[in-house]
């Protein structure tokens, strides 16, 4: 069982918990994603790794309440366990070699692309961060991304607050005024990382993006998280789970993803609803 040792709301829907995983804390790094399951009867879910406390053995997690799950599990409290907790999945963020680099986060993606930032600033790299959200309601971890930036720009589409727009506003003036960068990394969105590919494309920056598909077992076993990518005019497929979560934006099949990541909106949306049902009810 692993223990919840602390909580925290960000914001109305999206919750901030760390977790007592010692030997998950001593390996995960920026980029890597754990599954757990609330309880013995509970789905497991693909969350990624928001950050570690080695000393502490503790893993900071990040997710937003939109299905069953994540209702199951934003009802817990600290001191509470979860059933399970495995990892760290996946391959972390490449940082080799990059010395400037610009992290582009949409949404609750900016709980994955923050670690990553900090990651880059720590290596010493020139980092610039770009974060957007729909409204300043749902604005999240702006402090932290601001002591890892040498640069931040926070956007939302409303104008609430900060700048209005979207995320790809600012990034496109910055390489048209002549800004160059290692590599973009993008991490939100499906339709956010594939209109932040199109922005760089002319500019011929390498980017980067996170793919978080329907996923199972997280061990490339089951084949749920398949990502089409396009190699010289053919189609690969690669798994999420074991081949990224990064990926080159360029070869992402981003039409057949957003697809395919709709495909149980409307199972996930009545199994949320009945889950607030019981515990209103309880």
Same mark, same amino acid.
């Given at each position: 069982?692993?223990?919840?040792?602390? &909580? #925290? *709301?960000?914001?109305?829907?999206?919750?901030?918990?760390?977790?007592? +995983?010692?030997? !998950? $804390?001593?390996?995960?790094?920026?980029?890597?994603?754990?599954?757990?399951?609330?309880?013995?009867?509970?789905?497991?879910?693909?969350?990624?790794?928001?950050?570690?406390?080695?000393?502490?053995?503790?893993?900071?997690?990040?997710?937003?309440?939109?299905?069953?799950?994540?209702?199951?599990?934003?009802?817990?409290?600290?001191?509470?366990?979860?059933?399970?907790?495995?990892?760290?999945?996946?391959?972390?963020?490449?940082?080799?070699?990059? &010395? #400037? *680099?610009?992290?582009?986060?949409?949404?609750?993606?900016?709980?994955? +692309?923050?670690? !990553? $930032?900090?990651?880059?600033?720590?290596?010493g790299a020139s980092v610039t961060s770009i974060i957007g959200f729909r409204s300043k309601d749902l604005l999240i971890l702006e402090d932290e991304f601001r002591e890892c930036s040498d640069k931040l720009v926070v956007m939302t589409d409303d104008g609430s607050y900060a700048r209005q727009g979207n995320v790809t506003i600012p990034l496109k003036e910055m390489l048209e005024a002549g800004e160059r960068f290692d590599m973009i990394i993008a991490i939100g969105p499906l339709v956010m990382m594939k209109f932040v590919t199109l922005a760089a494309k002319p500019y011929d920056v390498p980017v980067t993006v996170s793919m978080n598909p329907i996923m199972i077992d997280g061990t490339g076993m089951c084949g749920g998280c398949r990502i089409s990518l396009v190699r010289d005019g053919q189609r690969v497929t690669r798994f999420a789970c074991v081949d990224g979560p990064d990926f080159n934006g360029y070869e992402i099949d981003f039409d057949e993803a957003m697809s395919r990541g709709r495909m149980y909106f409307d199972f996930e949306r009545r199994a949320h609803e009945h889950a607030c049902n019981l515990f209103k009810n309880a």
């Open positions: 069982m692993y223990r919840i040792v602390r &909580k #925290k *709301v960000l914001n109305p829907t999206v919750t901030q918990m760390e977790i007592e +995983a010692p030997l !998950v $804390a001593r390996k995960a790094k920026p980029g890597q994603f754990i599954i757990l399951r609330v309880d013995e009867e509970g789905e497991r879910i693909p969350l990624t790794v928001a950050g570690v406390n080695a000393d502490e053995g503790t893993v900071k997690i990040i997710f937003q309440v939109v299905g069953a799950t994540t209702e199951l599990l934003n009802h817990k409290s600290e001191g509470e366990c979860l059933q399970d907790f495995v990892g760290p999945l996946g391959v972390p963020t490449h940082t080799e070699g990059i &010395k #400037k *680099v610009c992290i582009v986060g949409g949404g609750v993606g900016c709980a994955i +692309a923050m670690p !990553v $930032a900090q990651e880059f600033h720590r290596l």
